[in-house]
């Protein structure tokens, strides 16, 4: 045994002893549990020090039944040495020496004052040893030491004189923190004002810019004015339609219309013969197109000018002033990451000696934000290949596709399928491949992943590896025989349409909720999980994700890519966040909608991003704004479902692709074709 170290209580030591069970004699004496010494209920710095010092005590000093130092120290008839209670409580169960195993009574017990006055003066000594000057002062002080008069006026001067240079030092310390402090607030202050300074330059500057180009516009057909205009050259030279651009999304613009920017819903509404459509009826689409309103509060400005401006006009400036700190927020980024790289490239060139024209920074910078508001102030579901025909399915066990042109442009109460095919299955998630028209990819409870020729309707491939309900299936835009599946079971499965089993299988430990090939590689894939998180893999080394996404608090249900490097994820936190998959950081929050317990959907272009909402909302944001652009409610035409409309969710969204046109499904089986107006 180690010297002094404490193996056993005395209850324990006792119990070693005599083979029984022994209460401890003294009640108020317990175990300290991280140390093992002996202390009493009130736990005092003093008792703690003279236990440490008695760790070092020779081990001719320990009781024999308790190893540590001897307390009230007795001798027995036959010569041991033991603590007073250590000896009695063993001899009340036995009549024998502990040591040598002698009788032995409590009679026969003498006090061993000479042991016990030693012992306290080597723990003294010990506990001297171990002690700062400070504690040795004051034990020798509380001890009785004799100390003349004359020697404790100087140790009060000595001691005085040294708490007036501790004050000192501490009053200094003090005193230079403070003064950082002072420092590095002006700092910040200083850096915030010239921040400041330089958004007002880059106002004044792209103000002057708009209102020659406004100036040039309007004198379009005045040439002599125009060139007067253009002779000018205190402000910068700019290219007369260098912010006017095509349409982002290109492709047709509904000519359902109608109130400030949105467009109404035609005469007829379209009610799915898929039934009711939630996260099993994922991808139900069919037809009515109605407007987005934008809920916006009155503005003096606006209601002023109302008669000079189109309405249009009128319901674009509303919309920016509704969302004006997240617009102003996009275009001061954006005007300091063109400053910053203009700052660095005048750096570069001044190596070089060659000048550099700040004007085209500002107007690369202008054109930049001006893209982001022009696409903003436009109101705004998947396809096949071509953006020709759309499919639903759900909780039917159908997979039913529809001509799209056909269900927009033919009124009728019902519409019917152009291929309808039975499935074993309730079915969560279908996919079509993009490279292979006829190629459509569908998930189901039972955890069966299987590919559908649309033209014969028969299952050209089935998997059936999943152990659980899967949830999501994709195929790859750039290898199309590649497809990856999620599933309840924990697994992530890909696939190849040319073998039977599965090509990869990852084991993620958690249930799948999503999964998305990266658009511009059939190496890279995206997971989303019930652990909160998005696991970005290369598939060439599976081994560990390339990155995990962190953020969401609930589990992600939807992954989607914007672009090769832009990911979009929702989840139950009624949150959406965007990715940078390159850098490996978050880049924007969007919050407005909500959603805490069903999959509502998601669906993104090149610009906006939609998703349902509990509150039976489709919400439409732009990528590079926080709040939503815009919203649309479904709202029920039956009178008699008018008092539980609040207890429906959207289930399904879908961006045409490069199109303001979105198909949009509800709980209660209504499917719409909204589109953004301009």
Request: glycine share 6%; with cysteine.
């Amino acid at each position: 045994m180690h010297r002094g170290r404490v193996v056993c209580n005395k209850n324990e030591a006792m119990a070693s002893s005599i083979g029984v069970s022994v209460p401890s004699a003294r009640g108020f004496i317990k175990e300290e549990a991280q140390t093992g010494l002996w202390v009493s209920d009130v736990i005092t710095s003093e008792s703690v020090d003279v236990a440490r010092a008695s760790a070092g005590v020779d081990k001719d000093f320990l009781c024999p039944i308790c190893f540590q130092t001897m307390e009230d120290a007795f001798v027995t008839n036959c010569g041991h040495s033991f603590c007073y209670t250590c000896i009695t409580t063993h001899l009340n169960n036995r009549s024998n020496c502990p040591s040598c195993a002698r009788y032995l009574t409590s009679e026969h017990l003498i006090p061993n004052f000479l042991l016990s006055k030693l012992l306290k003066k080597t723990v003294a000594s010990q506990l001297l040893g171990i002690s700062s000057p400070a504690e040795q002062l004051r034990l020798a002080l509380e001890q009785g030491a004799d100390l003349p008069l004359k020697d404790l006026g100087s140790l009060l001067c000595l001691l005085g004189e040294r708490k007036r240079r501790l004050e000192q030092v501490e009053a200094e310390s003090n005193m230079e923190v403070l003064l950082d402090f002072l420092y590095l607030s002006r700092q910040r202050k200083q850096e915030e004002m010239q921040e400041l300074q330089n958004d007002l330059s880059f106002l004044k500057e792209d103000i002057a810019t708009v209102e020659r180009r406004r100036q040039f516009l309007r004198l379009k057909d005045k040439p002599a004015e125009r060139a007067c205009l253009s002779a000018d050259s205190s402000l910068p030279r700019l290219d007369l339609y260098s912010g006017c651009k095509k349409p982002s999304h290109g492709g047709a613009i509904s000519v359902w219309r109608g109130g400030q920017g949105g467009a109404f819903s035609p005469p007829n509404e379209v009610k799915s013969m898929a039934g009711n459509a939630d996260r099993n009826s994922a991808f139900l689409m069919s037809k009515k197109a109605e407007g987005i309103q934008k809920r916006l509060p009155e503005n003096p400005y606006i209601e002023s000018h109302a008669g000079s401006m189109g309405v249009h006009a009128v319901s674009k400036k509303r919309r920016v002033l509704a969302q004006f700190e997240d617009l102003q927020e996009a275009y001061l980024l954006r005007r300091r990451q063109v400053a910053r790289k203009q700052n660095q490239r005048q750096i570069q060139e001044a190596v070089r000696n060659t000048a550099t024209k700040g004007s085209e920074s500002y107007q690369d910078g202008l054109e930049d934000f001006e893209s982001v508001l022009t696409a903003f102030t436009r109101y705004s579901i998947e396809f096949d290949r071509d953006d020709e025909f759309f499919a639903t399915a759900g909780v039917s066990r159908r997979v039913k596709v529809f001509n799209f042109e056909t269900v927009v442009n033919e009124l009728a109460d019902v519409h019917c399928p152009l291929v309808e095919i039975a499935t074993r299955s309730k079915l969560s998630c279908l996919s079509w491949n993009k490279c292979a028209k006829p190629l459509i990819a569908s998930s189901d409870y039972e955890g069966t992943v299987t590919v559908w020729d649309v033209n014969t309707r028969q299952a050209v491939m089935e998997y059936e590896e999943h152990e659980k309900r899967a949830w999501s299936v994709d195929f790859s835009r750039t290898e199309p025989s590649m497809l990856v599946s999620g599933s309840d079971d924990g697994k992530v499965k890909v696939w190849c349409t040319r073998q039977e089993s599965s090509a990869l299988s990852l084991d993620m430990r958690a249930n799948i909720c999503c999964v998305k090939y990266n658009p511009g590689s059939s190496n890279h894939i995206a997971v989303g999980s019930a652990d909160h998180c998005i696991h970005y893999f290369d598939l060439r080394n599976a081994s560990t994700p390339l990155y995990v996404f962190k953020g969401h608090r609930k589990a992600v249900s939807y992954v989607k890519f914007i672009s090769p490097t832009e990911l979009a994820s929702a989840s139950t936190d009624s949150t959406l966040r965007l990715w940078d998959v390159q850098r490996d950081c978050s880049i924007r929050t969007l919050r407005g909608h909500t959603n805490e317990k069903n999959f509502v959907g998601l669906t993104v272009n090149n610009e906006y991003i939609a998703c349902g909402s509990e509150s039976n909302e489709v919400f439409v944001y732009h990528k590079a704004m926080s709040r939503p652009a815009s919203w649309h409610r479904f709202g029920s035409h039956n009178s008699e479902d008018n008092g539980d409309d609040s207890s429906h969710f959207i289930s399904a969204v879908c961006w045409k692709s490069q199109s303001p046109t979105m198909l949009a499904a509800n709980s209660q089986g209504t499917i719409k074709v909204l589109a953004l107006a301009p």
